[in-house]
């Protein structure tokens, strides 16, 4: 469902600058411990998908699939795919595994070079105009990801409930609503108007990480195994009402 009001008038913390950053690490004490131990959830009876991409733009890794491959080892339950930076491959093989899987929920990361903060997107947009070619070439400018379909369409994960537990567990994190208009945001678009399409109800949203030099994998994964914890508590309930207001 495209945009909405704001869910009462409590204000939100948005995006902040590059100067008011600090690294996505999780508080320490003045012994170097952690105020939190990593979150136990159990394994859902019905699966979750988690996607993430591989490397792209010349680079070996991607922090994604780096946080994924430890996601995995903490949560041996979860569904994931590694997807390539393939703007026809990506939403090909997404919509595919949520045909076989059936997810109850689905989360897809990403990596945001330059940001020092988990980005919680709020909106994914019908336009693709990346700025540098994907693994097979392609670099498309001004269109839109599926023709005739809404200019935006709503993140349906719990986001609220993931940004404040995850503030309150020390990690850095924000909402954004700009996924840029690379493949994150177009597989992100793809999903949401696949789900909607085929009257599939789950909740279903977009993380971006930072680079592995700006948060460690482990900080990575310890964040995503809390909002799938949180998505999975609520169901559809939370996240196909919800509004978050960005500024």
Not at 224 to 244: D, N, V
Request: contains cysteine.
């Amino acid at each position: 469902m495209a945009g909405g009001s704001a869910n009462g008038s409590q204000k939100v913390k948005t995006l902040i600058s590059d100067k008011q950053a600090r690294p996505c690490l999780v508080r320490t004490n003045s012994f170097g411990q952690l105020h939190h131990t990593p979150p136990t959830v159990r394994i859902p009876t019905m699966p979750i998908l988690v996607t993430a991409f591989g490397p792209f733009g010349g680079r070996k890794e991607n922090a994604s699939s780096l946080a994924l491959f430890k996601l995995r080892k903490l949560l041996p339950g979860i569904r994931s795919r590694i997807l390539p930076v393939d703007s026809v491959l990506a939403p090909a093989r997404l919509k595919e595994a949520i045909r076989r899987i059936k997810p109850s929920a689905l989360i897809m990361l990403g990596e945001a070079a330059g940001s020092l903060e988990i980005r919680l997107e709020t909106k994914a947009w019908n336009e693709k105009s990346f700025d540098i070619p994907d693994i097979a070439g392609r670099e498309p400018k001004g269109l839109p990801v599926r023709r005739n379909a809404e200019p935006y369409l709503s993140s349906t994960l719990p986001l609220e409930l993931i940004h404040d537990r995850l503030i309150g567990l020390g990690h850095e994190v924000a909402y954004s609503e700009n996924p840029g208009r690379y493949l994150c945001n177009q597989l992100f678009f793809s999903a949401l108007d696949f789900l909607a399409t085929n009257s599939i109800h789950i909740p279903a949203g977009f993380i971006h990480l930072p680079l592995k030099r700006d948060c460690p994998t482990s900080t990575a994964a310890n964040a995503i195994a809390e909002a799938i914890r949180l998505t999975l508590s609520t169901g559809t309930k939370t996240g196909s009402k919800q509004s978050i207001k960005t500024g």
